[in-house]
């Protein structure tokens, strides 16, 4: 599923995105991969989240998948058609896209390639998709504000979500 999933992004890529610009776009994209690998890093063993395996062997290749794979060819069409103009537009796009993962997020749920752990659940899924939609947007304007504000709310999930990053490993 998670391979199916990632042929899938690739494909919307190669057909949605705006190849043209990837220059442009490879900052945010990889502003994205950084923060997913931070998040592996941090966590260590404790994740909150764990990609169960299908046909991959383990959760560390099938995320490196998605960190490298999937997630860039994602942002890739995310960003090639973000509307301009409009904040209500900008909305309503960020809603669809976020409602999308949460839809995909539910079935890899569902059917058992995806586990929660250490408190964390579906609603704290989606308002983490809420802010990385608009941290992609942001980061895409403003790279500096949007590091420095990411340092913030990492600290403050962490906190909150008492990862233990001394005693990680």
């Known amino acids: 599923m998670h391979l199916a999933v990632a042929v899938f992004a690739v494909l919307l890529a190669c057909f949605r995105g705006d190849w043209g610009r990837l220059r442009d776009f490879l900052p945010t994209i990889q502003y994205l991969v950084i923060c997913n690998l931070f998040y592996n890093f941090i966590t260590g063993p404790n994740h909150m989240w764990r990609y169960e395996s299908d046909c991959l062997i383990n959760h560390t290749l099938t995320d490196t998948l998605h960190t490298f794979v999937t997630l860039p060819a994602l942002v890739l069409v995310y960003l090639s058609r973000f509307p301009e103009r409009r904040w209500l537009a900008q909305a309503g796009y960020i809603a669809g896209w976020v409602f999308s993962f949460a839809v995909v997020e539910l079935i890899f749920y569902r059917i ?21 939609f608009c941290m992609l947007r942001f980061y895409s304007i403003k790279p500096y504000w949007t590091y420095g504000l990411s340092v913030v709310i990492t600290f403050l999930l962490i906190v909150y979500f008492r990862v233990p990053v001394l005693n990680n490993r």
Do not use: E, K, P, V
């Open 112 to 132: 058992h390639r995806l586990s929660y752990h250490n408190g964390w659940n579906y609603g704290y899924s989606i308002a983490l998709d809420i802010l990385m």
